[in-house]
């Protein structure tokens, strides 16, 4: 009954793609616990974006800190995220697999996903087509990537069954779903209030009636109901776009770098995405469509979830084209890229709207002043995040926090600019008072506070110093440190104190330091005995 | 008497009172060109203000107010409906102390993590589509790019503010000269207020110096 309205679809997944590229770049990592970092420019930096088998059997999660991560795990190899690399990479999978189907899906690389009603009547069935492409995978050379391949009913459910490398029976697909805990719906705060009431396994949430959980829960419960009853989460007929709504862009001179088509690529989003909002319409499959000059072609069709923005838009465009125009720019070992290597510049781009739903809605920006100038501005900066990437460009807004630092939370160009946490006087106490600091170092820069003895000036756990700050000296100051002629302070900072792991304990001073010429207002944070400078008042 | 008022078929007339309105049109003065800055760091400033298609140049040593003087330009810019934008290589530019000091956060974006080779480019792009960029000079700058967005930001009627070493000309040059801290006591009272020295570096030698207030 379940898979009447769900297409049966395989998902060809490799956990930790970001590892596993690493690990590719450096063999030397190979055996070693190893974790790969957010890339420098995401407001996310430094925390861990994806962990190796080793590095999380010592208790190393995505999500936390790389100070964190390297104590929990002596010998951690950390590696920054090389997007290009990734999505490069994974191109050499996706030919694998689309010598077999031509319907390929990707959700990101890392993740791929196909109907499989003609591959497999054309192979045999389900079992010979995981073995065919299990073979193609290693053909590709890439046997020594861990490939998890599942077949299920229902887009969802084949994530799930490609996690535990399984095939699921037709028909099957709800009994498969039955046991799944509910947290894998992927909405932590939805999750824990189905736990709360007593629905611990998506069965037990399935067998909730659909229209009684609509009027509970609303749109959001109606989605996770449907992917928990095993069908996909929209309705999967759906009427093919109007043509007029394919957006082109040819370039004059063809683009020869990457940077160059993505930018383009951001605008054709742009005024796609408008032009299905006229008709209250979102996308959320869409067709990638290049062309060199000398007639080379390549075609992918990305699929997200929710309804795809500009930015997301843009982006797997360029994942695309890094993983097809790169690998003309140098050269790379994998045979089967260099085999079809772009020989000339880009001369097309096409944006093919593949599946669209009716927009549910989506907040739009009211902005006063000049319209003129703010377009302007937008393209600028639209602009410079084809540069340098969307998480370069920011905006601050200011929530609650006691440091600076939290203080301000910098919210991607074109992102909503909501704050994380409320912004309330007396909601915060210890929070430092302004003058706030103009300049706050990422990361804080060692230096060393003494008293007039010359003894370094430790915090004890109440909060009494061992002396009154009498000098700072470190490198990042002017002429190497200088006298204290006035201070506040050590105030206690026990930061959440309530997570064994998370905790912090720090003792902040408010100092003016007499450096080089000038009296040098500063920030100094204690902690676990060593000073280090957190702001400076310039 | 407005154009659309005269009859169609008169191309020729109205071609000539075209003609005469484009003649008869005000000149636009170098001081309504200005963005103005309220205070006395715009009594430091010639014509009181920042003048579009100018760059100004803000040094001064680390912790001698450097950053505050060219974030209340900043300022100056988002408080006259303008949009602003801050190129910031080491992402270390406070945000709250923009707000605080007056920029408006929905007008200023902040590039963070520029690498030495697009500093340039980057620079170039926002001065296409901002009325005041913010940028943090760093060390590999050329003289030559430094004078084409020199040149760049004529072109557009934008400001350029430099923070740090500028290798190439400026409309006005000031210099951070520190200035006392107020509220911090020896382990007593809080940072509050400082009094900043400023000093406007003239072409060939001199300077006029001028004290301002930073309020807590």
Redesign the interface.
Known sequence: MADEAAIRTCCIGCPDWPVVVARRTDPSCRDQPTVVLEPPGSNRVGLVRAASPEARAEGVTPGLRRREAEARCAGLVVHVTDVAAEARAFEVLARAVEVMTPRIMLDRPGRLTFPTRGPSRYFGGDDALVARLHDAIVDAGLGDVPVRIGIAGSRFAAGLAARRNTVVPTGGTAEFLADWPVRVLGDPEFADLLVRLGLRTLGAFAALPPTAVLARFGPVGHDAHRLARGLDLHPPVLAPPPPELVETHDFEPPAERVDIATFAAKTMADRLLDALAARGLACTQVIVEAETEHGEQTSRCWRHDRALTPAALAERVRWQLEGWLAASERPIDDDLLAADAVTAGLTQLRLVPDEVVPAVGRQLGFWGGDAAAADRAARAFARVQGLLGPDAVVSPVVQGGRTPAERVRWVPWGEPREPLRPDGHGSWPGAIPPPAPARILRPPAPVEIVDDRGAPVQVSARGDASGAPSALRGDVLPGGGGTVVGWAGPWLHDVRWWDPVERRRQARWQLVVHAATVDLACLVVLERGRAFLEAIYD | MALAALPRRDRHAREHLADLARRVRPVVFAHERAIPIAGELGELLPMGGLQRGSVVAVD?????????VS?RLAAAATAA???A?AVDP???????????LGVE???????????DD?WA??VA??L????LVHVTVTPALRAGDARRLVARARERDAVLVALGAWPAEAAVRLRA?????HG???????????THDVAIVERGAGARSRTLA?A?
Do not use: K, N, Y
């Open positions: 001064g040593v680390r912790g001698a107010g450097a950053t505050t974030l409906g303008e949009w934008a080491d992402a270390t530019l406070g945000g709250l102390a923009a707000t605080e956060p929905e007008r200023f974006v902040v590039v963070q993590g520029v690498p697009q480019a980057v792009a926002l296409d589509g901002v009325a000269d520190g200035g006392a801290w911090l006591g020896q382990g007593t009272g809080l940072l509050r207020a400082r930073r807590g």
